[in-house]
């Protein structure tokens, strides 16, 4: 920055030995600033305004510049200012606990909003009183102690640069630069306004709030607006915020300037006011406001809108003469930022004591007078115009003014000037109150040596309000939430609704009560929808559409087994494992449990079928037992017999086993308990099978086969298929036992409530083993199927075998497709199947003999037969 390294240079290169003097300097100012108000006293505080306008460039390189007061259009509400700084000296001069003996004067000059007047009067407050030589104090000694301004962030740049070479106090009010927050460089600059990054940080907070995701952002066209952006933007991007367009405002120059910008950007400036964004974030001085009215004035909108614009704190509603009669009502609704402001006992009533002689010293009052009220105070008759206004009374209210030229209560600005003077007074008063050494040099006092006790001042202001600067120079301060509320008369009023205070934990920092605010009544939502494209329902979540920002995007509809609960979810979930998601994916039922029970109807159909199969069962071994002395009984081994029904009693009776919630008691004997007790069975078969080979081998003449007959063979088959399976159960429970399982993941409404068979190595031996049994079983059978007809089991066995196998081969791959109670009811069906299959094979030939034909029952029969 190049005023920067001029400070630097001009610091460097003044000795610090060099004083200054009051000498008498004969030299004639050429170009004197018409608008000063001076009043004297021991001590001087000085301030530069800004509250007039110049209609032209009146920069010329001829000859030096003359001002005339006909070329300038003022902003009246800036008036303000000058009377603030008034009321807070006297008020200070008439307190006698504040600088008793000490009498404060005050020194103004306006600085017309441009570089060389700012200059030039920076320069006029350090030489002396109508005198321009620089480094020099002339004629009276002026006893300035410290400088108040400016509004602006250059103004108060420019000042800097001439009065930090000195050390001279300057007490800022307005907005500033952040290069002036460099200590290094100026050490003697205080703001009476807090650090802008927190304010900048109490906007983002502010749109996050609403949940407002899509503005437009208006900054000034200078550095003060690209610090903005470059401070603003990233926080936007951390908060989920994009901005549609970025539009710079024209700083304050020269009406002609102005209009010719206006002129060039009305095009672009309307399709910003017909977009579909509806939150507006402008950044800048009080100026802005004006410059943004003229673009609305200039615009022709195809139909009315609203939009909520969302300003800094030194935004205010000013207007300019020329723009009297224009309708604020598009600003209807604004939210605001503003330094933490209170209104001082007696203002109100020294505002009422204003009028056009109130004090000879104001060299500002004439113009605001006749401009603010139209009106003129003298005729001169040398203009045309002078004939189409009145004359001014001097009786006019300032009350009666409108908003935007004349506020009744003290503005922010207006409030930060009051404090910058008491910030001055309060030190000056630790000085008087210090050592009786220091208390008699307080009349000779150089205004660099306020800076030391500048930088500590600690005080309440005649409110309460508390004031003190951080060790950047900076008021330590919060934000008040202000809500703008215009009339169609052109007046206002700032609604408090809400404050920031930036020094708080986070959660805590922005309150805001919503019921208290007030919209453009453009809106029919309130508070209103700012986003890029409707939100997405629950159900769907957003898509990012290519080469546009990242709050633009489409709706896809949630993927299968996912849901959104919430508008514009990025990603859809899924439901808890104990949750489904609904038809619209837009929220999750709780899964229902899924398990066989007995009161279904296929748990009844299947309870049926087991106690009928048992039931059957029981009456087959109660004829057995009944005709246990037949001969078709006895010849088919009896205890074989026994063991092979009641197994298969016990099988059906497994079944239900299978039916009802799975428990750690039901899953560990279910497979187990079947796979001994079917094991059993077809160990049984397989000893009747051999029992009757064998026994036909016997009766050959001279057969070694006769010894093994009997009792101990079959046993001994027995004992031993069962232990083999009875041992693979046992290393299956203790390696890897079945447990209860959820399984929360095979159905999207239900929770399968089932056996987990722990090792599926295990089950599969354990339905492997019981194959093989079967297996040899045929096979005998198959043999000895040839055998005489009364003893002949074999075939009988072969087709049961037969059955066994086929269920149990279909078993498999029906068992690994379905899941839930279906698979339970598959294997229950299984094992009534393939108990029911030998039941019937083996049994039924001889039942029917027993029951239907007893008179094939008979010893000689079998004997004739064999």
């Known amino acids: 920055m190049l005023e920067l390294l001029l400070v630097e240079l001009r610091t460097h290169s003044i000795h610090p030995s060099l004083k200054t003097h009051s000498i008498q300097c004969h030299r004639n100012d050429p170009s004197h600033i018409p608008h000063e108000f001076y009043e004297p006293g021991n001590l001087i505080i000085g301030g530069i305004a800004s509250q007039i306008v110049l209609q032209h460039n009146p920069l010329k390189f001829t000859e030096p510049f003359q001002m005339s007061i006909e070329e300038v259009v003022m902003e009246p509400k800036n008036y303000q200012h000058i009377l603030a700084l008034v009321f807070a000296v006297k008020e200070i001069n008439s307190n006698p606990r504040i600088l008793s003996n000490i009498t404060l004067g005050f020194h103004l000059y306006e600085n017309y909003y441009t570089a ?357 120079g900076q008021l330590v301060e919060e934000f008040d939430v202000t809500n703008w509320v215009t009339f169609p008369n052109h007046s206002f009023i700032r609604e408090k609704v809400g404050s920031f205070d930036p020094h708080v934990p986070t959660g805590k920092k922005l309150k805001i009560n919503n019921e208290n605010l007030v919209w453009h009544p453009w809106f029919t939502q309130v508070p209103p929808l700012s986003v890029c494209n409707d939100n997405c329902p629950p159900g769907y979540s957003k898509r990012k559409k290519e080469g546009e920002p990242y709050c633009c995007y489409d709706c896809a509809r949630c993927p299968h087994g996912k849901i959104s609960d919430q508008k514009d979810m990025d990603d859809c979930i899924r439901c808890p494992e104990a949750q489904y998601p609904s038809q619209a994916q837009n929220e999750c039922f709780t899964k229902k449990m899924s398990f066989l029970t007995f009161e279904e109807p296929l748990g009844i159909t299947l309870v049926s079928f087991i106690l009928s199969f048992s039931l059957i069962t029981v009456c087959v071994l109660i004829i057995f037992i009944k005709n246990h002395d037949t001969p078709i009984v006895r010849a088919n081994n009896q205890s074989l017999t026994y063991i092979l029904l009641i197994s298969l009693l016990l099988c059906f009776l497994c079944s239900f086993l299978f039916i009802g919630k799975p428990g750690r008691v039901t899953c560990l004997l279910r497979q187990t308990s079947f796979g001994i007790v079917f094991s059993v069975a077809l160990s049984s078969v397989l000893a009747k099978t051999i029992t009757v080979v064998l026994a036909f081998m016997a009766t050959k003449p001279g057969s070694r086969v006769r010894r093994w007959v009997g009792k101990r063979l079959t046993n001994s088959i027995v004992l031993l298929g069962s232990f083999i399976q009875a041992g693979l159960c046992t290393i299956w429970q203790s390696s890897s036992p079945p447990f209860p399982y959820m399984d929360t993941h095979s159905l999207d409404d239900k929770i399968i409530v089932e056996c987990n068979e722990g090792s599926a190595t295990m089950f599969y031996c354990v339905l492997g083993y019981m194959g093989f049994l079967a297996i040899v079983s045929f096979t005998v059978a198959f043999l000895a199927r040839k055998l005489p007809d009364s003893f002949n089991e074999a075939k009988f066995i072969t087709f049961s075998m037969l059955v066994f196998c086929s269920v149990w081969v279909s078993f498999i791959p029906t068992y690994h497709s379905i899941k839930g109670k279906s698979m339970v009811a598959v294997e229950i069906f299984s094992i009534l199947a393939s108990s029911a299959g030998l039941l019937g094979c083996i049994f039924s030939p001889k039942c029917y003999i027993i029951l239907l034909m007893p008179e094939l029952n008979n010893k000689q029969l079998i004997r004739k037969r064999s």
């Not at 060389?116 to 350090?126: C, G, N, Q, V």
């Not at 977009?275 to 195809?302: Q, Y």
């Not at 204003?354 to 003298?378: S, T």
Request: overall charge negative; proline content about 3%.
């Open 116 to 472: 060389p007047m700012t200059y030039k009067a920076t320069l006029d407050l350090l030489s002396s009183q109508r005198k321009f030589v620089p480094n020099y104090k002339c004629d009276v000694q002026n006893n300035l102690v410290a400088v108040i301004g400016g509004l602006g962030s250059k103004t108060s740049l420019y000042m800097a640069t001439i009065l930090n070479i000195y050390k001279t106090p300057q007490l800022s009010y307005g907005s500033v630069l952040s290069g002036l927050n460099d200590r290094r460089l100026f050490s003697s600059l205080y703001q009476m306004v807090p650090n802008d990054v927190y304010q900048y940080n109490g906007i983002v907070q502010l749109l996050v709030h609403f949940q407002w995701v899509w503005v437009g952002i208006f900054v000034t066209d200078d550095e003060n607006g690209e610090t903005f952006l470059q401070i603003l933007l990233p926080l936007l991007s951390q908060s989920g915020i994009c901005f549609a367009f970025i539009d710079r405002i024209q700083t304050m120059t020269h009406v002609d300037v102005i209009i010719g910008l206006f002129f060039s950007k009305l095009e672009t400036f309307r399709n910003m006011m017909e977009s579909k964004v509806n939150v507006f974030v402008v950044n800048g001085a009080p100026p802005s406001m004006e410059n943004l009215s003229w673009h609305l004035r200039m615009i022709d909108l195809s139909s009315p809108t609203g939009k909520v614009w969302v300003v800094t704190a030194h935004w205010d509603f000013v207007s300019k003469t020329l723009q009297r009669e224009w309708d604020i009502q598009d600003f209807h609704g604004t939210i605001s930022l503003t330094i933490h402001s209170n209104q001082p006992t007696g203002f109100k009533t020294f505002l009422h004591s204003i009028n056009p002689f109130w004090a000879k010293e104001d060299g500002f009052i004439k113009g605001f007078w006749e401009q603010a009220f139209d009106c003129l105070l003298e005729k001169s008759g040398e203009s045309e115009n002078e004939e189409a206004k009145e004359a001014c009374t001097g009786e006019e209210k300032l009350e009666n003014l409108p908003g935007p030229f004349f506020e009744m209560s003290m503005t922010g600005h207006s409030y930060n000037i009051y404090n910058a003077v008491y910030a001055v007074a309060h030190a000056l008063h630790v000085i008087s109150e210090s050592s009786s050494k220091i208390r008699l040099k307080l009349q000779n006092l150089r205004a660099w040596q306020l800076n030391h006790y500048l930088r500590s001042i600690s005080f309440n202001n005649s409110i309460g309000d508390a004031v003190h600067f951080d060790a950047s």
